[in-house]
Structure formats: C-alpha cells, structure tokens
C-alpha cells in the first residue's frame, strides 16, 4: 500500500473548479482533479476562509473559560472554546481571536501562543482552525454579536476532567477537543520544567 506522502499522493493535481454555490463566508465548488493514473475526477468542495479559537487558561493554571453555544447545525447547545471565522481577508488570527474572547467570554488576553493547528474536515472542506493558548486574561464587558452569542453561558472546565467530559459527551466538539488536549500539553511541559532543579544549585 502506498505511502499516504509518497509519490502516490503527491501525483494527484488539481485542474480546476467551477462555482456552485455562495454563501457570503463559505462557497462551494465542483472540483476537478487527476490522479496517478491520469484518470479524471470531480469532488464537490466547500472553501472556508478559515477559523481562530483559543484556550483560555485561567491564573491557577489548572482551568479554563469555555462556553456553551446553541449551533443550529446539530440543533443543541454545545460546550466550545472561544472561536470564531477569519472572515476579515488578511487580517492577523492573533487580532480576529483577541477579538473573539471579548466577544464570547469578556476578556482580554495578555499572551496568545499558538498551540495547534489543522482542518477540520479535509474529506470535503478546506477550513483550517488555529488555536492558541490564551493567557494573563483580564476581564472587560463582553461585546455578543448575534443572537446566540447573547444567550451563551459562559463556564469554568478544570484541564483534568477533558477524558470525562468527551466520556459522558457533554465534550463533543472536534476544535475544543484538540485545542484542550493541546493546551493541557503545552501546560504541563511548562510545569515539568520549571521543576527541573537549576544546574547552579538553589
């Protein structure tokens, strides 16, 4: 079986794509592509500009800030992280999140360190998340845009109930899910080194 980054996969091309459909933030469009063989497919394919969300990590290090949302999709309120759409062409992710945790949770982050990044559903769309560790948070009034951003609840997750949350399914949100588990990481290599006994002695 061929390598999912050897020559297999890097001799599909794409060729084109005609419009389909679109709808203000996202599109969708009929694909045409190649593969090894020279055969000639299409796919349909929703192009997304793109997403931000953040873990917001609390002063003890240990909890974060989530929220809990109605998405119409799935018709429930879900528990997410802070996020939001990089619907402003070319601005910096760090300003649309910033942005997104005043919004969302009514703070203000004094560091935003990247922790992950990845697409959310390469099977048909090409939205790609970054999500960052939100930091030194400072509280403000919250600006909601929309009406379910205005009935969210804003709610506190201790970093060690992520496995029991997913278990019970009240975690069910793929971006929180792995930017929680990236954090968590992020926050425990720190913790482990700065425990390190200093080569210079006390």
């Known amino acids: 079986m061929p390598s999912a980054d050897g020559p297999e996969a890097d001799a599909f091309r794409r060729i084109g794509e005609r419009p389909r459909y679109d709808g203000g933030f996202f599109r969708v469009v009929t694909g045409t592509f190649v593969g090894p063989d020279g ?46 759409k990089r619907d402003i062409e070319g601005e910096d992710p760090k300003v649309c999140i910033a942005r997104e945790l005043v919004e969302e949770i009514g703070r203000e982050a004094t560091q935003l360190t990247e922790v992950a990044r990845f697409y959310n559903s390469p099977g ?59 954090a968590r990481a992020v926050v425990a290599g720190a913790r482990a080194k700065s425990s390190q006994p200093s080569i210079f002695g006390a």
């Open 124 to 182: 048909f769309c090409n939205e790609e998340t970054i999500c960052y560790l939100a930091e030194g948070l400072i509280e403000c009034p919250r600006e909601a845009h929309g009406i379910e951003e205005e009935h969210l609840t804003v709610e506190r997750v201790a970093l060690d109930d992520v496995e029991e949350l997913m278990a019970a399914g009240d975690l069910a949100d793929a971006k929180s899910i792995i930017g929680l588990l990236a």
């Open 39 to 84: 055969f000639t497919f299409e796919r349909e394919v929703i192009r997304h500009p793109g997403a931000v969300c953040a873990v917001p990590l609390e002063a003890d290090r240990q909890s974060v800030l989530m929220i809990r949302q109605y998405r119409a999709a799935v018709d429930q309120a879900m528990l997410e992280l802070p996020a939001g």
